[in-house]
């Protein structure tokens, strides 16, 4: 049973435009959430977090939403580059699952020029 | 962030066979944590290597299988144990500190078994 769903597992985009990853847990008890942009052949890169007494979390570019009553959080990336084409990994934690990160199975954003 | 490498990047190993991947930070860290990606799948937590002690295993995943060390504050091995073709797998450590709620990963290591 998944706890950290991606149900899109590719996104395509213009660049300039907005990119929306969208990431969904079905866990209560997870307190603290990150996303992930990992490249072909590296590890997966952190890039912003939200704790969940927060409802929106900005850094650059990049802003993570977090709608606790829907269990749905979502990374906007405006504008997109090229650059930004790669997976994007939702994880979660807190509750029973501790430090362990709980991640979703990625979202393939490709931004083209 | 803390700087961390991983060896092998890559290997391929005979079925049967063992292989063990080194994690290596280039400062002290309070918890390390190996991962596994299979093929399409998302990141699944192995165990917590424990300073000290023994690891900290997660459902599903087995000492005799995955021994892992962790002789001191910047350094782990995990090992894959006979292996076998559903081992081939993307291998990552990660580190995070304490105080932190983040955590920052390895290049990973890709193991194929034939």
């Known amino acids: 049973d998944q706890q950290v769903k991606q149900n899109s597992p590719s996104l395509s985009v213009q660049e300039g435009r907005i990119s929306i990853l969208n990431c969904d847990y079905t866990n209560s008890m997870f307190d603290y959430f990150l996303w992930y942009k990992k490249y072909p052949a590296e590890g997966p890169t952190f890039l912003i977090s939200i704790s969940s007494i927060k409802d929106k979390n900005e850094d650059g570019r990049f802003t993570v939403f977090l709608n606790k009553s829907a269990k749905h959080l979502s990374l906007h990336i405006v504008p997109s580059q090229p650059g930004d084409s790669a997976v994007y990994f939702c994880a979660a934690s807190g509750g029973q699952a501790g430090t362990a990160l709980i991640f979703g199975k990625g979202t393939t954003l490709s931004v083209s020029s | 962030s803390a700087v961390i490498s991983q060896k092998p990047s890559r290997d391929i190993c005979q079925r049967g066979t063992s292989l063990t991947i080194q994690c290596q930070v280039d400062?002290?860290?309070?918890?390390m944590f190996w991962y596994r990606q299979q093929p399409g799948q998302s990141l699944t937590l192995i165990a917590t290597?424990?300073?000290?002690?023994?690891?900290?295993?997660e459902s599903g995943f087995v000492i005799d299988k995955f021994p892992i060390s962790r002789p001191n504050l910047t350094f782990s091995t995990l090992t894959v144990s006979n292996m076998s073709p559903e081992d081939s797998s993307i291998y990552l450590c990660s580190v995070e500190d304490l105080g932190e709620d983040t955590q920052y990963f390895g290049p990973g290591t890709r193991l194929t078994v034939l």
């Open positions: 400062s002290q860290v309070t918890m």
């Open positions: 290597a424990n300073q000290g002690s023994e690891a900290t295993y």
